[in-house]
Nanobody
Framework: QVQLVESGGGLVQPGGSLRLSCAASGIILRIYTMAWYRQAPGKQREFVAAITAGGNTTYRDSVKGRFTISRDNAKNMVSLQMNSLKLEDTAVYYC???????????????WGQGTQVTVSS
């Protein structure tokens, strides 16, 4: 069974940094795009950043220049380096991956359980 497990959340002061990581486990044939989303209290889940298998990246405008997404294809991992954090970055961050598990012909959309990031002074 495929699972995505995030780590690295926590409490940080404005201007600080955090690094989130997400590992995909299970027997996986191929992982396509991996991404990070976030959901603040009372708000809808929103896109943060994505990276294709080839390394092409996209970001939401509000995090450009502050966040960097990267992946390690050999380890089935994706990371999000977050610098210059702001109060409005506070949210639960979710890892997302489009992947094809072993034994299936279907590409599925998988989510992690989420990790809390709190930016507060």
């Amino acid at each position: 069974q495929v699972q995505l497990v995030e780590s690295g959340g926590g409490l940080v002061q404005p201007g600080g940094s955090l690094r989130l990581s997400c590992a995909a486990s299970g027997i996986i044939l191929r992982i396509y795009t991996m991404a990070w989303y976030r959901q603040a209290p009372g708000k809808q889940r929103e896109f943060v950043a994505a990276i294709t298998a080839g390394g092409n990246t996209t970001y939401r405008d509000s995090v450009k220049g502050r966040f960097t997404i990267s992946r390690d294809n050999a380890k089935n991992m994706v990371s999000l380096q977050m610098n210059s954090l702001k109060l409005e970055d506070t949210a639960v961050y979710y890892c997302n991956a489009a992947l094809r598990p072993h034994g299936t012909a279907t590409v599925g959309n998988y989510w992690g359980q989420g990790t809390q990031v709190t930016v507060s002074s």
